[in-house]
């Protein structure tokens, strides 16, 4: 925890004080903190953040309309908080490129707790080495390098945030397995009792966009009708 870096968007002074210091008290002493869009952009393009929490209402841009933004220049954990707690909302900020999603009033201890959640997941690849041989997954198409953190499409890389990228390795490791909502939830996100029920399909949908070459016709990541999504080697024919 102690080389995390983490930054704090939000406009409201009181809110980002006491996230500061509830996260400095968890042990997270890296934290950056911004009250518009255009300072957080100039904070990512200076410094390698690890963790974003940001705020849908800005001052200078709505947080929808930043995470894309922000996804050029970083793949970091992004984690929304705001007061708009409908379905679309809640898709809107998956669909851009965010992470995770906190609704207001929020107990600060549980944004503590999915970010520990989201570094257990990650085993924070940047101080720890690999002590195992190379694990590299190859499902003809597309290719992931596990110790390189790497998503290969027909030999080029290809971006991939992290929690989607952490769910794409999940499903590596057990190819030809139907895994249910719950279990993704629980394996991948840590804990399944805050998170939105379309955190998944969300999720899935955009590594399909980024591994099938029809994502609306998916021949790798399929759905498993009732039951929940499997990996296979797709159709090769």
């Known amino acids: 925890m102690g080389n995390t870096n983490i930054l704090i968007v939000d406009d409201e002074i009181a809110i980002v004080k006491m996230l500061e210091m509830m996260l400095k008290k968890e042990g997270f002493q890296h934290i950056y903190t911004a009250h518009t869009g255009r300072d957080a952009i100039e904070i990512l393009e200076r410094n390698e ?58 107990n600060p201890l549980e944004i503590a707790a999915r970010i520990k959640a989201h570094l257990r997941r990650t085993a924070n690849p940047k101080s720890i080495e690999s002590q195992h041989s190379v694990k ?70 955009r590594i399909r966009e980024r591994i099938e070459e029809d994502p609306s016709q998916p021949k790798y990541l399929v759905t498993v009708r009732g039951l929940g999504y499997k990996l296979s080697k797709g159709n090769q024919s």
């Open 49 to 106: 953040i690890d963790i974003i929490i940001l705020d849908v209402m800005l001052p200078d841009a709505n947080g929808f309309d930043l995470c894309p933004k922000i996804r050029q220049i970083s793949n970091a954990y992004i984690l929304f908080l705001t007061a708009r707690v409908s379905d679309l909302d809640v898709l809107t900020g998956f669909a851009t490129g965010g992470d995770d999603y906190v609704t207001k009033p929020f």
């Open 136 to 205: 590299k997954y190859d499902f003809g198409r597309f290719m992931v390098d596990e110790n390189a953190g790497e998503l290969l499409v027909q030999g080029d890389p290809v971006p991939c945030p992290t929690q989607v990228y952490l769910l794409l390795l999940y499903f590596c490791k057990h190819p030809n397995q139907v895994l249910s909502k719950t279990t993704i939830l629980e394996a991948v996100w840590g804990f399944d009792n805050y998170v939105d029920e379309n955190t998944v399909p969300v999720h899935i949908r």
